[in-house]
C-alpha cells in the first residue's frame, strides 16, 4: 500500500490528476487497447477533475480511447435531477473532454429491472477487460461507493439501500427535505473494485481522518468497507494532511519519508504530445 | 456518424470559447445546435451518445438571444409606411441590414396611414412569402436573406388628436363604428398582425382591447392623453405594452402620472408584466428619464429603434419622400433647421446605450432587446432566450456589445 500526504486539497487533488495523467497517457491507449477508468463522484474528486480538464484543454492528455465506468448512481432519480451522478459527471467532467459518450458508463438507477441492470454493468467491465485503475473516494464511515459498513467485502454490482447517516447527510443536497433523498442506489461492490489492477483512493479533510485511520491502521474489517483495499496488491491513498490528524506519528513520518520515491511517480509528467509521431 | 441515427442524423454544431447568456446571467458553457434549435447537450450525450460534428470557436465572445425590434419604421431609405411599388423588396432590404445590429426578427411598424396603405402592405406580405422561402428556414423565422417577420405593428390610426406627433392628423380614425369593425374596415385584416399602438381614452377602446387580445395580438398605449385610470382599465382588459414611453403621452404629474404611472401601478393583474418601449438612444430618452423608468420597473423594459427611414444611411443630405433630412452623427433633422425628424438608433446602439447609462449589468442590457420583447409578444418559449428547444437565433458580441456576427437557426447570417 502507498499512502501519499500531500500539504492540503489542492496539492492532494494535483498530485491524482497527474497521476491519472501520466497512467493514461504511459498506456498509449489506441482503437485497440482502451484504458478503462474507474470513477467516483461527489465533493473530494472535483478539485482532479479540474486538473484533468486543463490537462485536456492544454493538450497534454486525450479521452478518446479511454472507457470510463462510474461507480454508483440514485434509483429512481431522475437522470436530469441536480444532484444524479449523470448531472454530476457531465457537468463536472464530460462535457469538458473529449470521451465518446459510448464509452461512458453509469448505472441507470430507473432502469426496469435494476438487478439486470447491475450484472449488465459487471459484464461490460469484463468486457471491457477490466478496469486499469479504479479512483474512489470514502464516507466518513469509510463505505467505499455506497458500501456501507456491514457490506459485504466480496459483494458485486447491486442494489444497495442507504445507512440512515448517509441519508441525513444528503438532506442538505435536497433542499433538506429527507423525503425527497434516495433511500437506494446501484452501486459496484467492494469485490468489484477489488478486481482492478490498482485502485487509487482520495481522502481529504479532518472528518475523514477517522476512516482513514481505520482504513490502514487497522484491520480488515466490513464495518470500514474501505479497509478491505489492505489486500489489494496495488493500492495508493492520496490525502492532504487533514486526513492525517488520526494517524500516528510513526505512520505519517514513515509515509513523508517515502514521498520522494512517490513523487517519481508523477514527475516528470508525461504528455500525449511526447508521443506524437 | 456522430448523433444516433434513431433521433436525428442532421448535423451538429457546438459553439465553444464562449459565455453564453442563460438564466439572467453569462455562464462560460457551449451552446450547441441542431436543425436550427438549441440542443440540451447532456440529453445528447446520455441518450443519443452523440457529439458535435463541427466545433465553432466563439474567440471568447458573449453569445445572446438575437435582438428583436417591435417598433421599426424603416431604414436604408425605406418607408414600410409609403406605398412604394417594392415594398416587399424595401422590407426585405431593411430585414437583411439589420442582421449587422444583431437583430434577428422584427416587427415593420406601420404608422398611421391612409386605408389603402395598409391594405397594400398586407398584400407584399405575402409576397415576401414568396420571395424569402428558402429550402430548410420558413420566411417566418428570417435567414441568411434577412430577419424574420414576427408580424406587423400598426402604431395609429386610433390614437390621440393632441399627441399624435408625427402622425398625419386627417388619417386619424375614431372608433364610433363599432370597435373591432372600425380596425378591420381600415387595416381590412388582422392577420400577421403582432401589436397594435391605440389610445385607451377613445370611446369603445376597452372593448377593442378586449377583442384584440383574444386574437393573440399584443395591445400597447401610446399617442394618448389618458390619465392613469383610463391605462389601468385597459390593462386591465389586455393592454401589456406602452409604445415609447414618456415619448406622445401625458408628462408624469405626481397627482396624475398618466400611463408613465402604469410602471408602477397597484391595479395591474397578478402575474401580468406591463412592458414598456424604450428609445435609448441618447437623444429622444433623456438618461436621467431612462434611469427612473429602468429603476420603477426593470423586468418591463423593451428596447426599440423606433428607426426611421433615414436609419443606416450615411451623414449627409437626404430626400425621403416628402422631406429633405440631415444626417448629423446620431441626429438626423429636418434639413436646415435643429428638429429632430426620428430616430436613426440601430439595436446594438441601444444596447450600449442602455448599458451605459443606466449602469445595468452587461445581462439586463441584452435582455431588454431579447428577452423582454420576447415576452411581451408571448413567443419566449421559442425566442428571446438561449433555453433548451428554442429557436437557434443568436448573437455574438465582444465585451463592448459590439456585434461580432448574427445567427439565425444556427446559421451564420452575418459577420464583421
Not at chain 2, 448523433?3 to 450547441?32: E, G, Y
Amino acid at each position: 500500500m502507498r499512502l501519499v500526504i500531500l500539504e492540503d486539497y489542492d496539492l492532494a487533488s494535483e498530485w491524482a490528476a497527474k497521476y491519472i495523467r501520466n497512467r493514461i497517457v504511459q498506456a498509449r491507449p489506441s482503437a485497440d487497447r482502451y484504458f478503462t477508468l474507474g470513477l467516483p463522484t461527489g465533493s473530494t474528486p472535483l478539485g482532479c477533475y479540474k486538473k484533468l480538464i486543463e490537462y485536456y484543454k492544454n493538450g497534454d492528455i486525450s479521452f478518446k480511447y479511454v472507457k470510463t465506468f462510474n461507480m454508483d448512481e440514485y434509483v429512481g432519480l431522475p437522470r436530469d435531477h441536480p444532484e444524479s451522478y449523470h448531472s454530476y459527471m457531465w457537468n463536472n467532467f464530460f462535457k469538458h473532454i473529449d470521451i465518446n459518450p459510448a464509452n461512458a458508463h453509469i448505472l441507470d438507477g430507473n432502469a426496469a429491472d435494476l438487478q439486470k441492470e447491475c450484472d449488465t454493468f459487471e459484464q461490460k467491465i469484463a468486457d471491457a477487460g477490466g478496469i486499469d485503475l479504479f479512483v474512489g473516494g470514502i464516507g466518513p464511515d469509510g463505505h467505499i461507493a455506497f458500501n456501507e459498513p456491514g457490506s459485504s467485502l466480496v459483494s458485486r454490482t447491486r442494489v444497495k439501500t442507504l445507512a440512515q447517516d448517509t441519508i441525513l447527510a444528503n438532506a442538505r443536497f435536497f433542499g433538506n427535505d429527507l423525503s425527497k433523498v434516495p433511500t437506494m442506489t446501484l452501486t459496484v461492490g467492494v469485490g468489484t473494485v477489488m478486481d482492478a489492477r490498482e485502485v487509487m483512493i482520495l481522502i481529504t479533510g479532518a472528518h475523514k481522518a477517522f476512516a482513514l485511520y481505520k482504513a490502514i491502521e487497522e484491520g480488515v474489517n466490513h464495518m470500514w468497507t474501505v479497509s478491505a483495499f489492505q489486500q489489494h496488491p496495488r493500492t495508493i491513498f492520496v490525502c492532504d494532511e487533514d486526513a492525517t490528524l488520526e494517524l500516528r506519528v510513526k505512520t505519517v513520518k514513515y509515509f513523508k519519508g517515502l514521498m520522494h520515491v512517490h513523487n517519481k511517480l508523477v514527475d516528470p509528467m508525461h504528455s500525449v504530445k511526447d508521443y506524437k509521431d | 456518424m456522430p448523433s444516433n441515427k434513431s433521433v436525428s442524423d442532421a448535423p451538429i454544431t457546438q459553439f465553444i470559447n464562449c459565455r453564453i447568456l442563460r438564466d439572467h446571467r453569462l455562464q462560460r458553457d457551449d451552446l450547441w445546435v441542431r436543425e436550427g434549435k438549441i440542443l440540451n447537450p447532456e440529453k445528447l450525450f446520455f441518450d443519443e451518445e452523440g457529439f458535435a460534428d463541427l466545433q465553432v470557436d466563439c474567440g471568447d465572445g458573449i453569445l445572446a438571444p438575437g435582438f428583436i425590434d417591435v417598433q421599426i419604421n424603416g431604414g436604408y431609405g425605406v418607408d414600410f409606411s409609403q406605398a412604394a411599388d417594392d415594398i416587399s423588396g424595401g422590407m426585405a432590404l431593411v430585414a437583411k441590414k439589420i442582421l449587422e445590429h444583431g437583430v434577428t426578427s422584427f416587427c415593420p411598424t406601420l404608422v398611421t396611414s391612409p386605408p389603402h396603405i395598409y391594405h397594400k402592405v398586407r398584400a407584399t406580405d405575402r409576397v415576401l412569402v414568396s420571395v424569402q422561402v428558402l429550402p430548410q428556414v420558413s420566411v417566418d423565422d428570417g435567414g441568411p436573406g434577412g430577419a424574420g417577420v414576427l408580424g406587423v405593428h400598426l402604431e395609429g390610426p386610433f390614437i390621440s388628436r393632441e399627441k399624435r406627433g408625427a402622425h398625419p392628423e386627417r388619417y386619424l380614425c375614431s372608433l364610433a363604428g363599432g370597435g373591432l369593425k372600425d380596425l378591420l374596415e381600415v387595416y381590412g385584416s388582422l392577420d400577421n398582425v403582432a401589436i397594435v399602438t391605440l389610445a385607451p381614452e377613445i370611446p369603445g377602446s376597452l372593448e377593442v382591447v378586449r377583442q384584440l387580445k383574444e386574437r393573440g395580438i399584443t395591445v400597447s398605449l401610446g399617442h394618448s392623453v389618458a390619465d392613469l385610470s383610463q391605462a389601468e382599465q385597459a390593462v386591465q382588459h389586455g393592454a401589456t405594452f406602452i409604445t415609447h414611453l414618456f415619448n406622445a403621452m401625458l408628462p408624469f404629474h405626481h397627482r396624475d402620472p398618466g400611463i408613465v404611472g402604469l410602471l408602477t401601478s397597484d391595479q395591474v393583474p397578478e402575474n401580468r408584466t406591463i412592458f414598456y418601449g424604450m428609445i435609448a438612444d441618447g437623444i429622444h430618452t433623456n438618461p436621467a428619464a431612462l434611469r427612473i423608468a429602468h429603476r420603477a420597473h426593470p423586468a418591463g423594459l423593451v428596447l426599440v429603434t423606433d428607426a426611421i427611414t433615414a436609419m443606416g444611411l450615411p451623414p449627409g443630405r437626404h430626400t425621403l419622400g416628402q422631406q429633405d433630412i440631415e444626417i448629423e452623427g446620431l441626429h438626423a433633422y429636418v434639413a436646415g433647421t435643429k428638429t429632430l425628424s426620428g430616430s436613426i438608433a440601430t439595436m446594438d446602439m441601444c444596447v450600449r446605450h442602455f448599458q451605459q447609462a443606466s449602469g445595468c449589468s452587461l445581462e439586463a442590457a441584452l435582455e431588454a432587446a431579447s428577452l423582454h420583447p420576447a415576452q411581451l409578444l408571448g413567443i419566449s418559449h421559442r425566442k428571446g432566450t438561449l433555453n433548451y428547444g428554442t429557436d437557434a437565433d443568436f448573437v455574438l458580441l465582444d465585451d463592448e456589445l459590439s456585434v461580432r456576427a448574427t445567427y439565425i437557426a444556427g446559421h451564420q447570417v452575418w459577420r464583421k
